[in-house]
């Protein structure tokens, strides 16, 4: 049985709100979950908790800060924004990696 979306009963405006909204909640998820990591850094003086956070702000938070101050005050081109983002993401992502893969000390 083939379940059916019906994609006209949805307007382009409220895509749009939903997706505005779901980038809002991420958003807060990602910070939320790196002040977790650096809290659990401050507690254990665990480093690479501290990679973690640093990670989840590079992917999440600095893409977002990023475009609003770019795209929307500074009217920067979308193809340089995404680029700036891309690249922050990419920075994030090595450092989560390289948090998780660092062995425990003591």
Do not use: K
């Not at 790196?34 to 999440?60: K, P, T």
């Amino acid at each position: 049985m083939m379940l059916e979306l019906p994609l006209q009963s949805f307007d382009l405006e409220t895509l749009s709100l939903a997706r505005q909204l779901s980038e809002i909640v991420t958003i807060v998820l990602g910070l939320a979950i790196s002040y977790i990591a650096y809290r659990g850094y401050r507690r254990n003086q665990s480093r690479a908790m501290l990679f973690v956070a640093a990670g989840f702000v590079l992917i999440i938070g600095i893409p977002a800060v990023v475009t609003v101050l770019l795209y929307f005050l500074l009217d920067v081109p979308i193809e340089i924004v995404n680029s700036v983002g891309q690249v922050s993401e990419l920075v994030g992502m090595t450092a989560i990696l390289y948090g998780l893969w660092t062995p425990r000390s003591g």
